[in-house]
């Protein structure tokens, strides 16, 4: 099993990568774009994507790519994230002028950012390839907030640990490719779809779940380009797309939605059997 994830090893998304199946063969990318054109094109067989921060929200980028590629998701996974700050061995608190890394890595940890005075907040593309630069480099004076496992990859030490704002800090995951899981029985399903701009559109939308007593877990609204003030609503249910109520449920909904799309139906974390331990979850 080939997985692609974004970013450096040492990522995040590497641990997620990791917790697909066992013994997956890793394929790190530049960037979420990368993922979605290395799954399509052949290389890897699944791509993994953050989707959600239990702290930083959504990652928005990755809803609009999920529209733009015709990849289902067809797994999820959540991963608890431990942020550290990391830096060249030697190097000291006091002495930073930089600290790097991603956008959410940064939001996540906002409160102990505050509290560096003096200090430059850079966002990058990726938490590990923070460490990396920091690391290539030789920047004595920087620093970068990722995983305990990425200052092991790139030899740096940790300033401090578990620098994220709250404890329950979890990043879920999604997992796209073609083909099924094996041994996974699906349990959830997302969508996409747009409503008529009319008073009352979006609850009526969401009346077609309520009366069948299909339970939201996300929703989600995105702008629709050129289109000013227009959106088109994701939604995560639980409820298989194969089952009598969500088959009906989407049909009913798709009496009076223009546009209306199934991203997915697959096995919600709590329930995936294959679920694999991740050797570098919760380091300290």
Request: charge should be negative.
């Amino acid at each position: 099993m080939r997985i692609a994830y974004q970013g450096e090893p040492g990522a995040f998304s590497e641990a997620a990568a990791r917790r697909v199946g066992p013994d997956p063969q890793l394929v790190p990318c530049r960037s979420f774009e990368e993922v979605f054109e290395t799954v399509e094109a052949g290389p890897a067989t699944y791509g993994v994507l953050p989707i959600e921060n239990s702290i930083g929200g959504s990652i928005h980028r990755n809803y609009d790519l999920l529209l733009a590629h015709d990849l289902p998701i067809v797994a999820e996974v959540e991963l608890p994230v431990v942020h550290h700050l990391l830096a060249l061995p030697g190097a000291t608190l006091e002495g930073l002028r930089r600290v790097y890394s991603h956008p959410q890595g940064l939001a996540q940890c906002e409160r102990f950012l505050r509290r560096l005075t003096q200090v430059e907040i850079v966002a990058t593309y990726d938490t590990a390839g923070s460490a990396k630069m920091v690391a290539d480099a030789g920047l004595t004076d920087a620093g970068a907030i990722a995983s305990a496992r990425a200052g092991e990859v790139f030899g740096l030490t940790s300033l401090a640990a578990s620098v994220q704002d709250f404890d329950d800090n979890i990043t879920r995951f999604i997992v796209v490719g073609r083909a099924p899981l094996e041994h996974a029985v699906a349990d959830k399903m997302s969508i996409v779809f747009t409503l008529p701009n009319e008073p009352g559109s979006l609850f009526k939308a969401l009346s077609v779940f309520a009366l069948r007593g299909i339970d939201l877990t996300k929703l989600e609204s995105r702008p629709i380009p050129g289109r000013p003030w227009e959106y088109r609503f994701y939604v995560d249910l639980a409820v298989a797309r194969d089952e009598v109520t969500g088959t009906r449920a989407l049909a009913h909904l798709a009496e009076f939605a223009p546009m209306l799309r199934t991203l997915g139906t697959y096995a919600s974390w709590k329930t995936h059997e294959g679920r694999m331990p991740d050797p570098f979850e919760v380091m300290s």
